[in-house]
């Protein structure tokens, strides 16, 4: 299968979805900029020459450079600006909607990698969808507030990929004017950048959230120049002159840039400093001019998907952290959560709020309280403002959702509990992340929803739901057993999906706590 676009001719590859076998066209590892090496390094990206002949657009590319995990490693490669397009067979004479995924990963991790997440059950409703990689770590986010490091490099590279997408995906049988940007974590404070923006504006038609937004504590960097002056002073550069430290950092490997990109905090959390920032006025082409507080209520309102999952902070429960939250260290904990800015008072608030019911004879409940605050903390404090100023407007509908659904795809909470199954099963809810594999097939796990089970109804109902948002604006269909309603200013509500128990419920997702954030902040406290 064959498609001619400004830079060439591409060759992709045949596949067939999971559930259903229909067929579909990868066009994998197309370059939508030049590779950001050597001069290019720390700058905007910049448009890709093209080639000669065809290219066989049959195999992925690297991830963007970064700090593996499990391998204990870096890993990746800093010419990583690619994409891939995954189209329906019958796609290509048609006008498809557009499903542009932006990934997760603090900013720091991750990749828009195909074979380790496809999107089958979305291919399976008829849209297009296309993942694509961006420069994370100090690669993608150190600002110098100069031309030559003007910071948000990786939001860049994300924008480059959508007006590509856009100049573009007509040839593949997109419809470039019905283009969705979604995104997970990271991707999704991405995606919320994006509607912010003035220079996303009217390059996408709607837009889904999924656990994060730009008001999260770590969503911005507003002490950006301390730590590009950290970095390089760890890797050898003396000047306080930005022009001599960037010249200085594009010397500097790859490897050892973001292997000094790793630092601690005081919870014994990595510490990201490389993330979104705000840009000097004296840089040219800014796509965060301002504060997000002050572009979120200048944003041109798109219909949107914005949720959370029911125990996100399930993430940070690690053996290492629980230990920390013994009784006689809870304050301490708390304290350190906040980085120590709050008063005493306002600590003791906190901890009344989560602890105080508890006693020693209720593991499971201060396990619950644990998971909660780690949830409010880092998502669920900041949740409504990302989205505030579009119920206010009131002129695009905003679709509020609640993922609770618990199943053998909950494949972050499964490797969370891998070594803990009795805490697998006594935490009900699902993960940060976790819905990620309802809407994509997760080939690294193994793990496929069986035939008539309550999971493969979810990964049919996520890929049904999403893909009729990108569609229409409206994720509601007649087969789908549940109506999704939309809230507004003076109408909260969310739709709880968790199985066949899916239900729209009044209010706000996790009302008392929610509330609860409301309260101290108006106090001014937090």
């Known amino acids: 299968m064959e498609v001619v676009i400004e830079q060439g001719v591409l060759k992709g590859v045949q596949n067939k979805t999971l ?34 002949g065809i290219l066989k657009a049959i195999s992925e ?39 542009i995924f ?53 939001l860049k590279d994300q924008l480059f990929a959508i007006k590509w997408i856009k100049a573009n995906i007509a040839a593949f049988g997109g419809d ?65 002159d930005p022009n001599e430290i960037v010249k200085y950092l594009r010397n500097v490997s ?31 082409d800014r796509f965060l001019p301002a504060h997000p507080k002050t572009l979120a209520t200048i944003a041109s309102p798109v219909p949107v998907i914005v949720g959370l999952n029911s125990m996100e902070g399930i993430i940070a429960l690690s053996e290492y952290r629980l230990s920390k ?61 990302g989205f505030d100023h579009f119920l206010k407007q009131n002129v695009t509908p905003v679709y509020i959702y609640e993922f609770k659904f618990d199943g053998e795809l909950n494949a972050i909470k499964n490797w969370i509990f891998a070594t803990r199954p009795v805490l697998r099963h006594a935490l009900k809810g699902a993960c940060h992340a976790d819905e990620i594999y309802y809407l994509f097939r997760n080939n690294l796990s193994g793990v496929v929803p069986k035939p008539n089970s309550p999971e493969l109804e979810m990964c049919k109902a996520m890929g049904k739901m999403w893909s009729n948002f990108a569609k229409t604006g409206d994720p509601n269909s007649l087969d789908l057993s549940f109506k999704w309603n939309y809230a507004s200013a003076s109408d909260t509500k969310y739709l709880s999906i968790d199985g066949d128990r899916t239900q729209m419920t009044q209010g706000m997702i996790n009302n008392n706590r929610s509330r609860f954030w409301k309260d101290l902040i108006k106090e001014s406290i937090v």
């Not at 959230?209 to 970095?231: D, I, T, Y």
């Not at 790793?262 to 014994?268: P, Q, R, S």
Request: with cysteine; aromatic share 12%; hydrophobic share 35%.
């Open 19 to 52: 559930l259903s076998n229909k067929p579909y066209v990868s066009f994998l590892g197309i370059p939508y900029a030049k590779p950001p090496v050597n001069d290019l390094r720390f700058k905007p990206p910049v448009k890709h020459p093209g080639w000669s």
């Open 61 to 99: 590319r690297d991830r963007c450079m970064q700090y593996a995990f499990v391998a204990n490693d870096i890993i990746g490669s800093e010419d990583c600006l690619y994409l891939n397009v995954l189209v329906p067979q019958n796609g290509l004479n048609e006008k498809l909607a557009v499903m």
């Open 102 to 154: 932006i990934h997760g990963g603090a900013f720091n991790y991750g990749c828009g990698s195909v074979n380790e997440q496809s999107p089958d059950y979305l291919l399976d409703e008829n849209v297009i969808v296309i993942t694509l990689n961006y420069r994370l770590n100090a690669l993608g986010f150190l600002n110098l507030d100069i031309d030559e490091c003007p910071g948000n490099m990786g």
């Open 176 to 240: 470039v004017n019905n283009i969705t940007i979604f995104g997970e974590s990271a991707g999704s404070v991405s995606v919320h950048y994006h509607t912010m923006s003035p220079q996303s504006t009217g390059l996408f038609q709607k837009a889904i959230m999924q656990s994060g937004c730009a008001f999260n504590p770590w969503a911005l960097n507003e002490n950006h120049r301390v730590a590009a002056f950290k970095l390089a002073k760890n890797l050898g550069c003396l000047s306080s």
């Open 254 to 284: 790859a490897i050892d840039l973001v292997k000094e990109t790793k630092f601690k905090d005081d919870n014994g959390f990595l510490d990201y400093k490389f993330v979104p920032s705000i840009e000097s006025d004296m840089v040219s």
């Open 325 to 385: 939250f013994s009784d006689l260290q809870i304050t301490d904990e708390i304290s350190k959560l906040f980085n120590n800015q709050y008063s005493t008072e306002v600590i003791s608030k906190i901890k009344d709020f989560y602890f105080n019911k508890c006693n020693n004879n209720c593991e499971i409940a201060k396990l619950e309280n644990i998971c909660h605050l780690h949830s409010d903390v880092f998502f669920v404090k900041d949740f409504y403002r």
